[in-house]
């Protein structure tokens, strides 16, 4: 008798060359006009496709076009798959009685559906199914809610094509980051912070995650040195005190 096969798995992929930043100063076009400038730092001839995942903020999103407009690059947009599910699965239990396994297999079906690139005719299918049920406004509320997000964010459903290239659809990357970078020291236990402090932790954060740090340290010494030294004995003379 041959023993069972061990199926092959293969390595789970790392997110490589990170670079992380934060504000709770900077308003959204700042931060994402800082994003566009590392890319462009990285990409100075716009050689390689630029991918903005995005968590569907209508703000983040009308930003970031604005930004790659002003830039003259193209950059392909893409929502977070893991939020459709969460609109998918508002939407299931219009349908389905609380943990009823149907609810699960409907979801499995939608969510398919749109990875395939038919975010509109799983929009007018949730729609459809409320109105054939004849649920009340109320109790239809999150199925209208699901079919109103598909249709507003088709343009950056398209799963296909995010597929077909490699690209993330997923912001577990981004999530992770935020939660090292932000709230395992922000959200720590008695913490208070006002706004310049917490500003300051997260850029300091941020340059020795980015492995910026030393670099940083070396400029900071030399623009002190610069203030209170150069400056002040230019060409040999000490200024007198006043």
Known sequence: MLAPTKEKVLPVPKAKHKWLTASVVED????????????????????????????????????????????????????????????????????HQESDPAAEQWVHEKALAILEGKAGIVAAAIRRKATLLRLPEDKRAKADRAADYLLNKRPYLDYPTALQNGWPIATGVIEGACRHLVKDRLDITGARWGLQGAEAILKLRALISNSDFNAYWDYHLAQERHRHHDRRYANGVIPREA
């Open 28 to 95: 959204a076009a700042t931060v994402v006009s800082d994003i566009f400038d590392e890319a462009q730092r990285r990409d100075p001839v716009h050689q390689r496709q630029w991918v903005a995942l995005v968590d569907g903020n209508n703000h983040q999103i009308d930003r970031i076009k604005q930004e790659a407009k002003t830039r003259k690059v193209k950059v392909a947009i893409v929502v977070d798959v893991v939020h459709v599910l969460e609109y998918l699965w508002g939407a299931a239990w219009c349908f």
